[in-house]
């Protein structure tokens, strides 16, 4: 692809268009510095965006592109989706040629019909290209109900246009929260927590079990990885943060011997699931000690299979087409990409290139038993999470599971597949240069395009909620500042040639909020680096918590933040998936292993004095709090149990315990920065030795030393 060259006279230009676009010219750096983005990059985001910009535009072609923006509104009947507050008065512009009569009807989600009031509007009329066209008003009124409306502009020549009027709540208040002022609960990545049953990693079995575990222990909530579907075809990636889509489930993490058909199996299909289930737990040369998806997936689709087709109940059966029947359209999609990437693996041909495309409906039809066993693994895996929060319920946790909703998905995956037009072409999304990226990040996932999304009635974005609350109590929106802005970075890029592009977050954040509302769920964004201060004062506002990890809280002076000092509406919690084990972290595992790897950007000795500095500075704040005596600072138990003591003393509403902490275990989850050099979301669960920690060892671990630290600081 050419690429775009923009002449020193004409950077103004380009500028102004990019910012009427929603597409920021600057940024600051990790140094406090205010940069500006490369003019070629802001002309390769406008065309992402659909504008029709050359690579080498001239002053007249800009001129007309920034006329033509205005010219846009005006010539727009109805906008193509309004965003309105529960209770608040708004007021809707038409635009309509000039001397036309028109009338505009709502169309409310259960389908009553009324009409808006037109209301005075002054503007004049003005001519856009070859014709006068002017702006009528009518009012948007505090009574109309949250949710999903239809707008009907209806014009005296008998054309009539309709567009979306999204309806949300002002801010969400669960009742989950109003149990006490402050809850605790317990993060695990699921796919490490490994049973003596299980099919080599964490399943749903070992959720409902955890689930069950943790609440007697007096926790009300569970946060586990990302569950979002992974391609049904090897090798996997392992990353629960890169899924195929959002708006479907692992079919990996279902329990085969768990599903009501497994009874009717013969004997002999009996004995080839148990030689199966056997083979999934077999440890292979490159994946020793670690979590192998491979192999599980390998074994337990083949099992699955055979339960596929067992006959099942006429209830049964009747319950299946139901959820089929629920999910629509986009299963149907998500279950015909699954079979695609079966048969031809990444490389589809060009006639089953999308969803759209012409070869995909006679692929179908030839292939309807596979697609709806694909189906059937996205409805088994619905009910066995169903049952897991049911348990967790059951066993008195207030809130039970928070799902995590990862913030992309892989480009070459089947959400991208089926609505290709929601992306922006020719784009990845990641993060401007810092002082550990100083190229930036490139995370390889498409962004949507705002206009698309918009223009759908941010139909894809409401999947995607729903999903994330269908069988949790809480979500945790992993990088929520995405609803506000994402750096976008051509294709052929480094990161650090990007550019923020603005998203509506009236909407992003008034769909989650009304999703939320409606199945009674917690919210919690991820609002971890660098924030604007009113972007969490915002999302405070919607009744959204946010995020406060331990070491990175600080005060002003850069000391540890005082535990009174931490916000009363977020989620508290030492670590993080992308931090080490708080005993690695004591060990300085962190800086070894980058050290080992070669990813240290600084000499390895002051790398470690810093570590040592800003633990240091950790202990005697909890020195100074009466949580650790001066005379146990190397005692690893005392000083996590410090740690958690510490934020258990602030006024958070969430309060966090990492199950690798509750354990002993060293090793990180992720080393971010690192891809094929450390097994990132691979390592299982061990001990402070290095052994693994199965489900059944949990009863010999000292959990409830930790549960007694939370249950006495949130006054149970």
């Not at 692809?1 to 020193?8: C, R, T």
């Not at 503007?123 to 856009?128: A, E, F, L, Q, Y």
């Not at 708006?247 to 199966?276: C, D, H, M, W």
Request: glycine share 8%; aromatic share 8%; charged share 20%.
């Amino acid at each position: 692809m050419s690429q775009p060259v923009v002449k020193p006279e004409y950077v103004n230009r380009v500028q102004e268009l990019a910012q009427k676009n929603g597409v920021s010219t600057t940024y600051w750096d990790w140094h406090g510095n205010l940069c500006e983005v490369a003019p070629e990059t802001l002309v390769l985001a406008l065309r992402a965006l659909g504008n029709k910009i050359s690579l080498e535009p001239d002053a007249a072609e800009l001129d007309n592109l920034l006329r033509g923006h205005e010219e846009e509104i005006w010539l727009t009947t109805l906008p193509a989706c309004t965003i309105k507050r529960e209770g608040n008065w708004q007021e809707l512009h038409v635009h309509v040629p000039s001397g036309e009569s028109l009338w505009v009807e709502i169309i409310l989600e259960d389908g009553h019909r009324t009409h808006l009031n037109q209301i005075e509007n002054w503007d004049p009329d003005r001519p856009v290209h070859d014709q006068w066209r002017g702006r009528a008003s009518f009012a948007l009124e505090q009574w109309i109900p949250t949710g999903y409306h239809t707008l009907v502009a209806h014009l005296g020549n008998g054309q009539s246009y309709s567009s979306h009027l999204i309806v949300v709540p002002n801010r969400i208040d669960p009742p989950a929260l109003h149990q006490r002022a402050q809850q605790w609960g317990v993060s695990s990545q699921l796919y490490s927590v490994r049973s003596q049953n299980a099919w080599g990693m964490g399943d749903a079995k070992v959720l409902a079990e955890l689930n069950e575990e943790f609440g007697k222990l007096g926790a009300d909530f569970h946060l586990v990885n990302p569950m979002h579907s992974a391609s049904p075809v090897t090798p996997i990636q392992p990353s629960p943060y890169l899924p195929v889509t959002r708006q479907f489930l692992n079919p990996l993490y279902i329990y085969p011997e768990s599903i009501a058909e497994y009874a009717g199996l013969t004997a002999a299909e009996k004995a080839k699931v148990e030689r199966l289930h056997k083979a999934s737990q077999v440890e292979v040369k490159d994946h020793e000690g670690l979590v192998n998806r491979d192999a599980a997936w390998t074994a337990k689709v083949d099992a699955l299979r055979l339960i596929f087709a067992v006959t099942r109940t006429a209830q049964r059966e009747a319950e299946f087409e139901a959820y089929i029947e629920k999910a629509g359209l986009g299963l149907s999609r998500y279950a015909t990409w699954c079979v695609l990437a079966e048969t031809y693996g990444k490389e589809f041909p060009a006639d089953l290139a999308s969803a759209h495309a012409r070869g995909v409906a006679e692929f179908a039809a030839s292939h309807t038993a596979e697609i709806r066993f694909h189906m059937w693994c996205q409805w088994i895996i619905s009910q066995q999470l169903d049952e897991a929060q049911r348990r967790a319920l059951d066993a008195g946790m207030g809130i039970g599971v928070m799902s995590d909703l990862a913030v992309g998905v892989d480009p070459e995956g089947s959400e991208v597949w089926s609505n290709p037009e929601m992306f922006a072409s020719g784009m990845t999304v990641g993060a401007p240069p810092d002082m550990y990226s100083q190229l930036g990040q490139n995370w390889s996932q498409p962004p949507w395009n705002p206009r698309a999304l918009a223009a759908s009635g941010y139909a894809p974005l409401r999947s995607m909620i729903r999903a994330a609350v269908a069988h949790a109590g809480a979500v945790r929106i992993d990088h929520i500042l995405g609803l506000f802005r994402l750096w976008w970075i051509p294709e052929g890029k480094t990161a650090n040639f990007g550019c923020y592009i603005a998203y509506e977050h009236e909407a992003m954040v008034g769909v989650l909020l009304l999703e939320a509302q409606r199945a009674g769920t917690v919210v919690i964004g991820e609002d971890l680096g660098t924030v604007e201060p009113w972007v969490r004062g915002y999302l405070n506002d919607r009744g959204i918590l946010g995020t406060s990890i331990l070491w990175f809280e600080r005060e002003d002076d850069n000391s540890p933040m005082h535990a009174d000092h931490y916000r009363v509406n977020c989620m508290s919690a030492v670590n993080t998936h992308d931090l080490p084990p708080t005993v690695g972290y004591l060990r300085g595992v962190q800086t070894t292993l980058r050290d080992e790897l070669g990813l240290l950007v600084e000499p390895v000795e002051d790398v470690r004095a810093a570590d040592k500095a800003e633990l240091d500075a950790m202990l005697d704040r909890l020195h100074e709090y009466g949580m650790m005596p001066n005379d146990k600072r190397d005692d690893e138990q005392a000083v996590i149990d410090g740690l958690y003591r510490y934020i258990a003393r602030t006024d958070s509403k969430l309060l966090c315990v990492s199950l690798v902490d509750m354990v002993g275990d060293a090793r990180p989850q992720n080393l971010p920065g690192t891809y094929r050099e450390y097994p990132n979301w691979e390592v299982p669960l061990t001990d402070s030795n290095g052994d693994e920690v199965l489900v059944e060892d949990l009863g010999k671990m000292d959990l409830a030393r930790f549960a007694q630290i939370m249950n006495e600081g949130v006054g149970k």
